[in-house]
């Protein structure tokens, strides 16, 4: 079983920037895709930012061009890095890894428990 746990979350005002931080109890290099989803009231969990493990990227339109997503496979370790954040990108983030050399699937992942991100107007 893989564990998943997060950090980083917080409050922060429009314009600013976050990065929240994913570690995995075992080795993420070469088998595993993994991501970030983001889900707040309302609303259906959308898929934001995920890497495969050969590192191709995929980004949700809506953070396009303001989130970056990196991984550290020597420390176990999934990051999505946020600028110029927005209120609607008030969320709960959860990361997750899917064992897989293909695309990340949400349907097969493990998840993390979420981190609250906050942004104020």
């Known amino acids: 079983q893989v564990q998943l746990v997060e950090s980083g979350g917080g409050l922060v005002q429009a314009g600013g920037s976050l990065r929240v931080t994913c570690e995995a109890s075992?080795?993420?290099?070469?088998?595993?895709?993994l991501g970030w989803y983001r889900q707040s009231p309302g609303k259906e969990r959308e898929l934001v930012a995920a890497?495969?493990?050969?590192?191709?990227?995929y980004y949700a339109d809506s953070v396009k061009g303001r989130f970056s997503i990196s991984r550290d496979n020597a420390k176990n370790t999934v990051y999505l890095q946020m600028n110029s954040l927005k209120p609607e990108d008030t969320a709960i983030y959860y990361c997750?890894?899917?064992?897989?050399?293909?695309?990340?699937?949400?349907?097969?992942?493990?998840w993390g428990q979420g981190t609250q991100v906050t942004v104020s107007s």
């Open positions: 075992r080795r993420t290099s070469g088998a595993y895709a």
């Open positions: 997750a890894a899917d064992r897989t050399r293909g695309d990340l699937n949400s349907n097969r992942a493990y």
């Open positions: 890497i495969r493990w050969n590192g191709g990227a």
